[in-house]
């Protein structure tokens, strides 16, 4: 395929002010917010659902169990209610997503339904305040702090408001080889090269951040080129694809599942835990694009126009993570210390030579992975919650174990772990029932087991379920990443997936002791993948979006989970949902959210979901049927049924 390189380049922004900071070659600008034109519909025109304030302002619509979406004219009116929720930090709100024309409020796991009401009317309170301001009554409480954390003590800024006309500008070179190059063009009836050139002729603004960490949404796409996402999402879109989506345009940080249109690629490091912000493109920064022939990594040793190197941020902080050995974001469990084992050979300074402690990883298995109860609060920088993929034996284990509930375990994939304990050690084993030896000996799940110094556990494959949980009394320690130690298979961020050889650490043992030394055996699944799994589940917020016998076809029909299937979501297939055409802009995500590309085939959304996304989600599993969910594997057979009403209890 040929590559354009003759596109032309903007020398100048839209507003006066601002340097051009090219992204290979300087710090990112601290962005402010760009704004969207008030009075736009919520949804481009499709009829909405939800009920309306006093002003008749917000719609407002419950989105599961656990969460409120906000539909909001423009961006304008998104940022100034996600700046006031947040300024006051409202009691059991977890996180604010600010998204294209709506704002995702998600409570913490404690919510009840008393909650959700409650919730509410602080939203609808928050959205008057911001009215007042607007028209000059009176101002929204510290509505300045328009970048902290909800719901977190003392919050983070990631950048000061400033207008995007003062902002610096970001020029991120691309080769311009992607897959739908040529479909965007035909679509267009444009040639490649006059896609290339509409394409990097332009300026964009990030409008917000979200789907993963380091992805921004960019506006002001050329209208002649503004091809709408692939009816089928593929599987796996390259770290570094520059992507068009209808009026939207970005760069993938990751390797991801994905449905937006590939142009081109480029090697700008977008996304960076030791960085201040950690994300290069905040809401507000100025965007431009640069056809270039080659990146620096397609011609080892070449120093071609377009090279990249690291954007800014002071490295080594304390406690920050770095660059896992196969370039995942995080930190490598080979590479800290915690562990007590050699690091690379290249990390300078002698080698200490000691008697092991903790746990060595034998055999991990298909995925082993370390995981605790998540890190909340950093979506709006696409930083997903992530955490143990059954909640429900991360805290069954935990509390056997006496530790706190988001203690650090072991969660194992299909089986097939082996572990050797280098101290003595409490365990236990929970989630997907596995036949479990110690030594040899059989042992049981759900039940206090004592391993001694050299003592070998090996996990064998599950009958029924996807998913096992090895805790250990003090909990598994592994630096923290932005406050987790869970690994985000769709982010990479957090402690890299366990290998054959690591050391993993104990953490200090709770003075408290667990009064019960078993528990009664937990459900997981039917005892055979034939008969099937049914989940409860409530309405979407946006019904509008489906054809109307699109919610009887998901009550009436049965799916199976495909082997295109992982912790951030299962893709289903069956019975096919018929959706209405146009494209939804994107809003936040939800665990449990099951979306509807354009071919009609259901995708049930896990724990380390996108943050958000743009195909519209028909239901939502219940937060009772969640754990049940991250236990199915693909060959298994599910279906769904209208949930039961919510407790209104603790």
């Given at each position: 395929m040929s590559r354009p390189t003759g596109a032309a380049r903007p020398t100048g922004g839209r507003g006066q002010g601002g340097d051009t900071v090219r992204a290979d070659a300087g710090g990112p600008p601290r962005g402010g917010v760009r704004t969207g034109t008030a009075g736009a519909t919520a949804t481009d025109g499709a009829p909405t659902s939800g009920t309306a304030d006093a002003t008749g302002r917000l719609l407002v619509r419950p989105y599961g169990d656990r969460a409120l979406l906000a539909d909001l004219p423009g961006l304008d009116e998104?940022?100034?209610?996600?700046?006031?929720?947040?300024?006051?930090?409202?009691?059991?709100?977890?996180?604010?997503?600010?998204?294209?024309?709506?704002?995702?409020?998600?409570?913490?796991?404690?919510?009840?339904?008393?909650?959700?009401?409650?919730?509410?009317g602080e939203v609808r309170a928050a959205s008057a305040a911001v009215a007042r301001r607007v028209d000059g009554v009176d101002g929204v409480d510290g509505g300045a702090d328009v970048g902290s954390r909800a719901g977190a003590p003392g919050g983070v800024t990631p950048g000061d408001d400033v207008d995007p006309g003062e902002a610096a500008?970001?020029?991120?070179?691309?080769?311009?080889?992607?897959?739908?190059?040529?479909?965007?063009?035909?679509w267009a009836g444009l040639s490649v090269a006059e896609v290339v050139a509409r394409h990097t002729g332009r300026e964009y603004v990030v409008a917000f951040g979200g789907f993963m960490p380091g992805f921004g949404y960019l506006t002001e796409v050329d209208p002649a080129i503004a091809a709408p996402r692939l009816a089928t999402p593929r599987t796996r879109v390259p770290a570094g694809s520059v992507a068009l989506a209808g009026d939207l345009t970005a760069v993938y940080p990751r390797a991801t599942p994905g449905g937006w249109r590939l142009l081109g690629r480029t090697e700008v490091e977008l996304f960076d835990v030791d960085r201040d912000p950690p994300a290069l493109l905040t809401a507000g920064t100025r965007v431009r694009f640069r056809a270039v022939e080659r990146l620096h990594g397609d011609e080892p040793g070449a120093a071609v126009e377009g090279e990249v190197i690291a954007v800014g941020g002071d490295r080594g902080g304390a406690g920050a993570g770095v660059r896992a050995p196969d370039g995942g974001l995080g930190r490598s469990?080979?590479?800290?210390?915690?562990?007590?084992?050699?690091?690379?050979?290249?990390?300078?300074?002698?080698v200490v030579h000691h008697e092991p402690h903790g746990v060595e990883i034998l055999a991990p298995g298909l995925l082993t992975l370390l995981e605790d109860g998540g890190r909340p609060g950093w979506s709006a920088a696409g930083v997903g919650r992530s955490g143990a993929a059954d909640r429900g034996a991360l805290r069954l284990v935990n509390r056997l174990l006496a530790n706190d509930d988001s203690a650090a375990v072991l969660e194992v994939t299909l089986g097939g772990l082996a572990v050797r304990f280098h101290e003595r050690a409490t365990f236990a084993l929970a989630g997907a029932p596995v036949p479990a030896t110690l030594d040899g000996t059989p042992v049981g799940m759900q039940a206090l087991l004592l391993a001694g110094p050299g003592s070998v556990l090996r996990l064998g494959l599950p009958v029924r379920g996807a998913r096992t949980y090895v805790g250990v009394r003090g909990g598994f320690a592994a630096p923290p990443v932005l406050g987790s130690r869970s690994y985000d298979v769709l982010a990479e961020l957090g402690p890299a997936p366990l290998r054959a050889g690591d050391l993993v650490a104990i953490g200090p043992r709770p003075s408290a002791l667990p009064v019960v030394d078993m528990v009664p055996a937990r459900p997981v699944l039917p005892a055979t993948s034939d008969e099937g799994v049914t989940l409860g589940v409530r309405a979407g917020p946006r019904p509008e979006w489906f054809d109307d016998d699109a919610w009887a076809t998901l009550l009436e029909g049965e799916f199976e989970v495909s082997n295109a299937s992982n912790r951030v979501g299962l893709r289903l297939a069956g019975a096919t949902i018929h959706r209405r055409g146009r494209e939804l802009p994107s809003e936040g995500l939800v665990p449990g959210a099951i979306q509807v590309p354009p071919d009609g085939n259901p995708v049930l959304f896990l724990r380390d979901h996108p943050v958000t996304g743009g195909y519209p989600v028909i239901a939502v599993v219940a937060a009772d049927a969640l754990d049940a969910a991250a236990q199915l594997r693909p060959g298994d057979k599910v279906s769904f049924r209208t949930a039961r009403a919510a407790s209104s209890g603790p």
């Open positions: 998104v940022h100034a209610l996600a700046a006031a929720l947040r300024a006051r930090r409202v009691r059991g709100v977890a996180d604010v997503v600010p998204a294209a024309r709506t704002v995702l409020v998600l409570l913490d796991d404690s919510a009840t339904p008393a909650d959700l009401g409650r919730v509410e500008v970001v020029e991120i070179p691309v080769v311009y080889d992607g897959d739908d190059l040529p479909d965007v063009a035909a469990l080979q590479d800290a210390p915690v562990h007590g084992g050699p690091g690379p050979a290249e990390r300078p300074g002698p």
